[in-house]
């Protein structure tokens, strides 16, 4: 073998490893506490523990779900802004468009801490008085699929300079991110109205779980493109963004 195979085989090896083991940990954790809001919420049936149920279930705040799910988008955030500071003149994307997916990762992290979309249930209400009729889910709703097709529009026209593999997967982890945040939601906003509480009880673990799931798409994309390695003279890791 020669010095050069040697060098790329001690790079390959020390390069891909470790991204991957964190986003399986990461993917894992997310697996582990969706099963956990299942079992306690079985085990609850049986024998009341309100603090630990508590704690894991996904669809009230302040609790480990939601700091899990907040963590996830202060990932992607983290990452992105990794890749502004990387990103010198003339790169593609630049470092203004990267700034952009920080400050929306950031955003939507702080409206998983304090529910920011769910003060739109005051517009939503005006909305359907203004109107004379009824939204059969919640009432924020409609103001907020408003707001994620401007927000939409507005990724895709972001994504249409990137490299092509980076912007299906960023683009792909909003698809999902959207599929549970706002589809999953307003379903389960009309099974709770209809009181169907064993569909409200699924759909809220499969809301939350491709909110989880788009947060790991991502964060599979930008590791493809924000890459750690260690260099093969130092010895040292470093961060870099891949060629091409």
């Known amino acids: 073998m020669t010095e050069l195979q040697t060098r790329d085989r001690v790079v390959r090896d020390l390069e891909r490893p470790p991204t991957r083991r964190v986003l399986w940990c990461a993917a894992g954790g997310t697996a582990a506490l969706l099963l956990a809001d299942l079992g306690t919420r079985a085990y609850n049936h049986y024998d009341p523990i309100p603090s630990v149920r508590r704690l894991v279930n996904v669809d009230v705040e302040a609790n480990l779900a939601t700091w899990w799910n907040s963590a996830l988008l202060l990932a992607v955030a983290g990452v992105a802004l990794i890749a502004a500071l ?33 003060r739109l249930g005051q517009v939503g209400t005006s909305w359907k008085q203004w109107a004379g009729g009824s939204l059969p889910t919640h009432a924020w709703v409609l103001p907020g699929a408003l707001l994620a097709g401007a927000g939409t529009v507005c990724a895709v026209l972001w994504a249409r300079r990137l ?81 091409g």
């Open 163 to 243: 490299p092509r593999d980076l912007r299906r997967g960023l683009l792909g982890a909003l698809a999902v991110y959207l599929s549970g945040a706002l589809l999953a939601e307003a379903f389960n906003g009309w099974a709770h109205a209809h009181g169907h509480s064993t569909v409200l009880m699924l759909g809220t673990i499969v809301e939350e779980g491709l909110e989880m799931s788009g947060c790991l798409v991502a964060l599979a994309a930008l590791g493809r493109y924000v890459v750690m390695e260690k260099d093969y003279t130092s010895g040292r890791m470093a961060l870099r963004l891949r060629d």
């Open 86 to 118: 990387l990103s010198g003149r003339g790169s593609r994307p630049g470092r203004l468009s990267w700034l952009g997916l920080v400050g929306a990762a950031g955003l939507l992290s702080i409206d998983e801490t304090i529910s920011l979309h769910e």
